[in-house]
């Protein structure tokens, strides 16, 4: 019974850090305006002010973490600009990413290089155009940066649990317990300054304690730091913060009571910052694309829009449940969803259940796509790239 009794208080304590709030959203009213203009191919429509409370509410909940919004997710100019505007600062993957945010005149100096392995030729523009902070995850990547810049800020990436992420990102990246002492070895024996620790938790955490474990985790190797007569500045408690889509969520305020626990007794001497992509774009749009046939094959419905994997929509083939909407209002049915390619791989679902009436013409929504939409599409087969409208 004492068993039952604690399982039954762990299922209710689980429930409890998911947030029954409602999330703000683009206003469908402002998608309706858009199409009346017309439509000629697809498209996502920002609101730029919902990224500006997400911004705010991120920085409201967890005052002592300094956000810099994961270029990746969305790197449109307008939203950006937004991102500048709110006091947001960037973390980059890319040369090509500093350049866009170099020429909006953000300061090398404020931008972070979070990609784990780095070309020697992107290193030393990055480099050449002062970026001081660099992260890594092994000593080979650590000599690298050593070799191109000396007096670099380096931060290591640690491995973290993944555990309630949608998207588990452990493995690719992340310095292994068994390897940080000799990553921390070999920066005191380079005299390198290697000065903080970062971790991802993976993309759409909805489970906090991972946050907790990470800032842990992180805590220890500060202390190996030290022993080794380096001087730790910096931890970056990473991504993975979630938006709602049809699985419930916790709430930025929840995992904050997590992060900012975790946080109280760390050093002034140490800057908390984060890398929130997804969590302030995702919810500032819709992305609207249109279904241009359906057809049944061996008693299966299927359909195709003008927008598939290579075109905005990538994400569904990765796991990610996106609410789906159209102007039908017939019983649901399960159907096939297909891109517009001739690349049999351009499946987006099966069995997903939608309007049986939905026929060649009808729009297709979907809310809170402003992330890892526009960023990830292509012209693969010679289909044009998505519009992005920003209000």
């Known amino acids: 019974m004492q068993m039952q009794n604690a399982a039954l208080r762990q299922n209710v304590e689980s429930e409890a850090i998911f947030d029954t709030h409602p999330e703000v959203s683009l206003d469908f009213q402002y998608v309706q305006e858009a199409l009346k203009k017309g439509y000629s191919k697809p498209f996502l429509l920002v609101?730029?002010?919902?990224?500006?409370?997400?911004?705010?509410?991120?920085?409201?909940?967890?005052p002592r973490v300094q956000p810099h919004y994961a270029v990746k997710a969305n790197p449109d100019p307008?939203?950006?600009?937004?991102?500048?505007?709110?006091?947001?600062?960037?973390?980059?993957?890319?040369?090509?990413?500093?350049?866009?945010?170099?020429?909006?005149?953000?300061?090398?100096?404020?931008?972070?290089?979070?990609?784990?392995?780095?070309?020697?030729?992107?290193?030393?523009?990055?480099?050449?155009?002062?970026?001081?902070?660099?992260?890594?995850?092994?000593?080979?990547?650590?000599?690298?940066?050593?070799?191109?810049?000396?007096?670099?800020?380096?931060?290591?990436?640690?491995?973290?649990?993944?555990?309630?992420?949608?998207?588990?990102?452990?493995?690719?990246?992340?310095?292994?317990?068994a390897e940080i002492k000799g990553i921390i070895n070999e920066a005191a024996k380079l005299k390198a300054d290697l000065a903080g620790v970062t971790f991802h938790v993976g993309s759409q955490c909805r489970n906090p304690q991972n946050w907790r474990v990470g800032i842990e985790r992180a805590k220890k190797v500060f202390s190996d730091m030290r022993r080794?007569?380096?001087?730790?500045?910096?931890?970056?408690?990473?991504?993975?913060?979630?938006?709602?889509?049809?699985?419930?969520?916790?709430?930025?305020?929840?995992?904050?009571?997590?992060?900012?626990?975790?946080?109280?007794?760390?050093?002034?001497?140490?800057?908390?910052?984060?890398?929130?992509?997804?969590?302030?774009?995702?919810?500032?749009?819709?992305?609207?694309?249109?279904?241009?046939?359906t057809a049944t094959r061996n008693g299966k419905r299927w359909m195709y829009w003008d927008a598939g994997m290579f075109g905005g929509v990538i994400e569904v083939t990765e796991g990610l449940r996106y609410e789906i909407l159209s102007d039908r209002k017939g019983r649901d049915i399960p159907w096939s969803v297909a891109g517009p390619t001739c690349d049999s791989v351009d499946i987006l679902m099966r069995d997903e259940m939608l309007p049986e009436d939905i026929q060649e013409g009808d729009f297709i929504y979907i809310p809170n796509a402003g992330a890892y939409t526009t960023a990830y599409a292509?012209?693969?087969?010679?289909?044009?790239?998505?519009d992005v409208m920003v209000l």
């Open 228 to 293: 080794a007569g380096l001087t730790p500045r910096l931890l970056n408690i990473g991504g993975g913060y979630p938006v709602r889509h049809i699985k419930p969520i916790p709430s930025i305020e929840i995992i904050a009571e997590v992060v900012n626990t975790a946080i109280a007794d760390l050093p002034e001497s140490i800057r908390v910052m984060a890398e929130p992509g997804r969590y302030l774009v995702s919810d500032a749009a819709y992305f609207v694309c249109r279904v241009v046939g």
């Open 47 to 62: 609101d730029s002010n919902i990224v500006r409370n997400k911004a705010r509410r991120f920085k409201a909940a967890m």
């Open 378 to 386: 292509s012209n693969f087969n010679g289909f044009p790239l998505p």
């Open 78 to 177: 307008r939203v950006l600009k937004t991102m500048i505007e709110e006091g947001v600062g960037f973390e980059i993957a890319s040369i090509s990413e500093l350049d866009l945010l170099l020429s909006l005149g953000v300061p090398a100096v404020e931008i972070y290089y979070s990609n784990p392995m780095k070309s020697r030729t992107y290193l030393e523009y990055a480099a050449s155009k002062g970026v001081e902070w660099y992260v890594l995850d092994s000593i080979e990547e650590l000599r690298k940066i050593v070799s191109v810049k000396p007096d670099a800020q380096m931060y290591l990436r640690i491995d973290t649990p993944n555990i309630g992420s949608d998207w588990p990102l452990a493995g690719k990246f992340g310095t292994h317990a």
